[in-house]
């Protein structure tokens, strides 16, 4: 290790685009990145938007490790100040450290912010990824001690980064969400085909009711999106923001700099009422899976948003040829649409002894619970039995 050179950087803008994207999305030079939200591209619309950084809560610490000075490993750090928009929920940890008398936050976090989607959170060349690994995670603890920081958490991350940060002393969180998987279906049909007799004839009385309402839906991608599409789909995204979480995390600033930079990796299903847009949904586009994100609408019509947010994204990616439609984090009803319980995994770090052997053992059983969890209701699915 003593060739490597770890910088912490205050910006993604102090790292070169093309250094950054040869870690996080090798695949996009032959056609799309597996994951849009650790793309140079993405990070950066939040940060230039405001979204990210300021009086935010979330401060871009970047981590590049160069080796001879070539980047051979990144990861998407921030100091945080709460726990809002990471969706691996930590309030209770927070809570009882600080009831005991100490200072949880600030901490560290790696995440793509406001996205509860599994990616890959160690950016490394293939060929350095035991030492870039290394490399990362023990920069991370180290910043967090140096600065007397309470914690290091990495979410979202993949099953193998998991098992990895284990083995190098981090301790595994698996928690879980729903996942739609596109068993090379030629069309919605042959999907329901596969379904019980209940849940087919369900899924098709909510299809009928939410287009009976008369509106024009259209499945918008690059150029055909407009900026007027996304001056309604702001109105939205704030109403949604605002009843879930008291105030939406993205600025208008950052849908102009998608747009701008990101309109070939994002889908927009809208529904018309005449010229006007009246509900919407959006989604990223991945190699391999279509990401559900924010929903909203100005007129409430039944079943417009399973329409929407759920069957529309079936349609896409069954047209498209994608493996997976991943519909963002919770749910239950999901369940009934053919969206299937999926483990996601985090790793964690805590700088207090004592503290950390009970968070281990909390999430020892914690993920006993879960493992039983998706056992149960994968079994509760729609699917029909074939056994």
């Known amino acids: 290790m003593a060739d490597i050179d770890v910088t912490l950087h205050s910006s993604f803008a102090e790292i070169p685009a093309k250094d950054w994207d040869a870690l996080a999305c090798p695949e996009q030079e032959t056609g799309r990145a597996i994951d849009p939200f650790t793309t140079h591209r993405f990070l950066l619309a939040l940060e230039e938007s405001g979204s990210i950084g300021q009086r ?3 401060h871009p610490r970047p981590v590049v490790v160069r080796q001879a000075g070539r980047a051979i490993a990144a990861m998407p750090m921030f100091v945080k100040s709460h726990s809002q928009g990471e969706y691996i929920f930590d309030h209770n940890w927070a809570h009882a450290f600080e009831r005991a008398g100490g200072a949880y936050y600030p901490k560290l976090q790696v995440a793509a912010p406001f996205t509860p989607a599994t ?18 995670i023990t920069a991370a603890t180290q910043v967090a001690r140096q600065n007397d920081l309470s914690s290091l958490h990495i979410t979202f991350c993949t099953e193998a980064e998991a098992a990895r940060g284990a083995d190098l002393g981090l301790m595994m969180r698996v928690t879980q969400q729903y996942h739609w998987q596109n068993n090379d279906y030629a069309n919605f049909d042959a999907f329901l085909a596969q379904l019980s007799s209940r849940k087919r004839k369900a899924i098709r009385k909510e299809r009928q009711t939410a287009n009976a309402a008369g509106l024009e839906i259209r499945a918008l991608t690059g150029d055909e999106i407009t900026p007027d599409h996304w001056d309604a789909f702001w109105v939205f995204y704030q109403d949604t923001g605002a009843r879930k979480w008291g105030t939406p995390y993205l600025t208008r600033a950052a849908f102009d700099r998608f747009h701008a930079t990101m309109r070939d990796d994002i889908l927009l299903v809208l529904a018309f009422d005449g010229d006007e847009p009246v509900a919407g949904a959006l989604n990223f586009i991945g190699r391999e899976a279509l990401f559900g994100r924010y929903w909203g609408c ?3 019509h039944p079943c417009l948003h399973f329409e929407l947010c759920y069957y529309r994204a079936i349609d896409w990616a069954i047209a498209h040829g994608l493996q997976r439609v991943e519909a963002g984090a919770q749910g239950d009803h999901k369940l009934a649409r053919g969206y299937l319980p999926s483990p996601v995994y985090s790793l964690h770090w805590i700088a207090n002894e004592g503290f950390a052997r009970a968070v281990s053992d909390y999430l020892t059983a914690e993920r006993n619970a879960v493992e039983e969890d998706i056992e149960i209701l994968t079994s509760y699915g729609p699917f029909r039995n074939t056994s």
């Open 56 to 58: 935010s809560g979330w």
């Open 119 to 136: 990616g890959r959170r160690f950016l490394t060349l293939p060929d350095k990824e035991a030492q870039g690994t290394q490399a990362l």
């Open 298 to 300: 100005t007129q409430d």
